[in-house]
């Protein structure tokens, strides 16, 4: 069946389709990772995005449930080169189409993403409508583009409800490895033995839990599960709050410290969250934010936000530690940053910038026990190089 994909600015796109058969309009984003599909497709901070992929094929491993960073499929839509019919990996549970089927996704597959690519890169981000119509009508769909916008999509993604999660307790109760971890040869060769079909997700272990005892607040406002994965791996015990949880409640439950997770929108939406946020700061409870909870804590304490040209989406960003020099290599999902023209240096000052484009991807906080980072140190998908940032929070957490 023919798909077409049909630009704000007027350009239109021939393809085929996949997925399911219905018309969606969205912003189109492009993410730049060569691996890791599930864990974009299931990032919550994709929600009124369509994502078209530059890695020309995708669905070649399937699809393994294990690796999903929340409960569903958020990418309104997907935008591919070619997509793999027939994959191969030992722990595929389903293929791509039958992943979009499942979750009642729309997608294209079969157009140049490079000419994609390089045009939202000239002009910049568009909002765009994926249709199987062979006789749409560009007078009555241009208009309909120029008006979309994600809207308030926060409080779509988060949690309903209050959630706990034990930290881990001792080595020995854990399987194969993941992240910064210890890596086990025994245990990982015992697991490529057993019957995958019925295998458990096990959290990563850390070398040293060094959060072990430690009581941390998630915020939730579209948080990737290695997030708090990357905590409890850590022994820390995590609280998962939703969104739009007053800070009363969160500062009642006396945490050692406040995580802030990322998440999808325009901060400049979340108001009623900013306003939170504030109250968080004015405390002495330490704080960690990552990508969407960065620009609220700007947000929150007078800095600006604006809108990128077309975002920084992928698993291969390098980003600079103004402090020691040292340049990582991460993962980043976001079409927002903060703007260092209008932060007050009394109150913050830069930490990590973007080594490509020089934009902000991290803060410090005067005074406070607080520091944000626009990027994933959490990854998944994409480098590990910056994990140790949840290392260096957990020591904040205890030396307070």
């Not at 077309?310 to 903060?338: A, C, F, M, W």
Request: charged content about 25%; proline content about 4%; hydrophobic content about 35%.
């Amino acid at each position: 069946m023919n798909a077409y994909l049909i630009l704000e600015d007027g350009t239109v796109f021939k393809g085929k389709h996949i997925g399911v058969d219905k018309d969606v309009i969205s912003e189109i984003v492009f993410n730049t990772s060569m691996a890791g599909y599930t864990e974009v497709f299931t990032d919550p901070s994709y929600a009124g995005q369509a994502v078209c992929m530059t890695y020309p094929l995708i669905g070649n491993y399937g699809v393994c449930l294990d690796d999903m960073e929340s409960d569903n499929f958020w990418p309104d839509a997907i935008i591919i080169r070619e997509m793999s019919r027939i994959p191969s990996n030992f722990r595929c549970d389903m293929t791509l189409q039958q992943f979009m089927e499942k979750y009642n996704v729309p997608g294209i597959e079969g157009i140049d993403t490079r000419a994609l690519v390089r045009l939202l890169r000239e002009k910049g981000t568009m909002n765009g409508m994926i249709t199987t119509n062979d006789n749409y009508n560009l007078d009555e769909i241009l208009p309909k583009l120029k008006e979309y916008t994600c809207g308030k999509v926060v409080e779509k993604v988060t949690c309903k409800e209050k959630k706990f999660i034990k930290g881990v307790s001792s080595l020995e109760e854990n399987g194969p490895l993941s992240g910064s971890a210890v890596f086990n040869k025994e245990d990982y060769e015992k697991d490529l033995a057993g019957d995958h079909s019925k295998r458990e997700k096990r959290p990563a272990i850390v070398k040293e839990l060094n959060g072990k005892g430690l009581k941390i607040a998630l915020m939730d406002f579209g948080a990737k599960k290695n997030i708090a994965d990357s905590l409890v791996a850590r022994g820390c015990d995590v609280t998962i709050y939703p969104a739009l949880t007053k800070a009363e409640e969160i500062l009642k439950d006396a945490p050692d410290g406040i995580m802030l997770s990322n998440g999808p929108g325009d901060p400049k939406e979340c108001t009623e969250i900013i306003k939170e946020i504030k109250k968080l700061y004015d405390s002495e409870t330490p704080i960690f934010a990552i990508c969407l909870g960065h620009q609220l804590m700007g947000l929150a304490t007078g800095a600006d936000t604006f809108k990128m040209k077309y975002g920084h989406r992928g698993g291969n960003h390098p980003v600079k530690d103004l402090e020691t020099g040292r340049v990582y290599i991460s993962s980043q999902n976001h079409g927002y940053v903060v703007d260092m023209d209008k932060l007050d240096p009394n109150v913050a000052k830069a930490a990590f910038i973007n080594v490509n484009d020089k934009t902000n991807e991290g803060l410090a906080y005067v005074g406070k026990n607080i520091f944000t980072v626009q990027f994933h140190p959490e990854a998944c998908p994409g480098p590990q190089d910056s994990s140790y940032l949840f290392d260096r929070f957990i020591n904040m957490c205890r030396n307070k």
